[in-house]
DNA sequence: CAATATGATAGCGAATCGAAACTATTGCAC
DNA sequence: GTGCAATAGTTTCGATTCGCTATCATATTG
């Protein structure tokens, strides 16, 4: 029983316990997780296929997904500028208010960069033996170009970025060189 | 963003990746848990009842997950002594076989133990606040007692154990002092 | 004997997957 | 510009699974 083995064994039960323990007030636990992610993403990342990808799962389900939060009120769809085919999701007040009492705090004490940073190690792993994408923030973004107090730049995208949009997820995230 | 925040958000992508990619063979995440599972756990804790404390669900739904696992051959049920009413699974060449090809290795280069031991205070935490069983290893159980090289003898079930089973999964886990 | 525990099963609602068909829009080659 | 492939999104279908509740049979415990 090597650390490695062990180490896949806890993250694995504690998936299920996590999931069995989100599941509540009628919502399933992809519901869940889309809701939260849709919290948690700037605004060029919460588009249906985002969403797919994101989860790990089809545009098919992501959409159903979707739907099913859109008409318990949670989210709202709205069609960005640009590309007219694109639909983005927000969250309404009653979905924020579902995402504040979820159980968000873990325990740890010591060194949780140290912790963090093996977490990000094993998902990237995971992700790049297949094809999905990384989904970080922008502040350790490569393309992020910081702005010391006042915001950043996006060298992708080529706009300028608010303070707080540097904490959420975006689907264009590249690893640092 | 705290760590712990992102912490969770990495659990949480980490855990629908793995799932998805460990969907194959034509069989769903739950299987795989409980087939996992059961090619780790010893045989006092090979059960329906205990697969559903450790899925997190109930033993109905265990139930039907077994009984999917022995129809695909992957698992075969015997009663053991004592207790008539209950059933414990073994699994089969085919089951284990598939088993030992589900992607286990993890890329932990540094200090895996400080990480294993935060990823047990992590999950410790989420199972405490319901009243889930820890589920840990006879070698590091309260009711473990060590035998230098030959074997070890548990405290609570009053008998030998050999050693390959101390390295196995115990539904009556115990967290030392 | 009564209470409890284990396990199986049925029924229900909902969600999921995969695949496919479909619309609308965009981008590219020419 | 025109034509066509690719993309974003939705919807459908059938089969499967899941989770929950409840009920039942059996066996154990007090």
Chains 1, 2 share one sequence.
Do not use: W
């Not at 939060?69 to 769809?77: D, F, N, T």
């Not at 949780?112 to 990000?120: D, H, K, S």
């Not at 998902?123 to 990384?134: E, I, N, W």
């Not at 350790?140 to 995208?157: F, N, P, W």
Request: charged residues 25%.
């Amino acid at each position: 029983m090597t650390p490695q083995i062990e180490m896949m064994f806890l993250l694995d039960r504690l998936a299920r316990v996590h999931a069995a323990q989100r599941r509540m007030e009628g919502m399933t636990d992809a519901q869940i997780a889309a809701l939260d992610y849709l919290s948690r993403a700037n605004r060029f990342s919460r588009s249906p296929s985002v969403v797919a990808e994101y989860l790990a799962t089809t545009r098919g389900t992501a959409s159903q997904t979707l739907k099913s939060l859109a008409e318990k009120g949670l989210i709202i769809e709205h069609a960005p500028a640009g590309d007219k085919r694109q639909r983005m999701y927000d969250l309404t007040e009653a979905g924020r208010a579902i995402v504040v009492r979820l159980p968000g705090q873990l325990p740890l004490e010591q060194e949780p960069e140290a912790l963090v940073a093996a977490a990000r190690l094993i998902l990237r792993s995971r992700v790049s033996s297949g094809s999905l994408p990384t989904f970080g923030f922008c502040r350790t973004c490569r393309y992020h170009l910081g702005r010391d107090g006042q915001g950043a730049y996006c060298q992708l995208l080529k706009l300028d970025l608010s303070v707080e949009e540097r904490d959420q997820l975006c689907h264009e995230y590249l690893e640092p060189a």
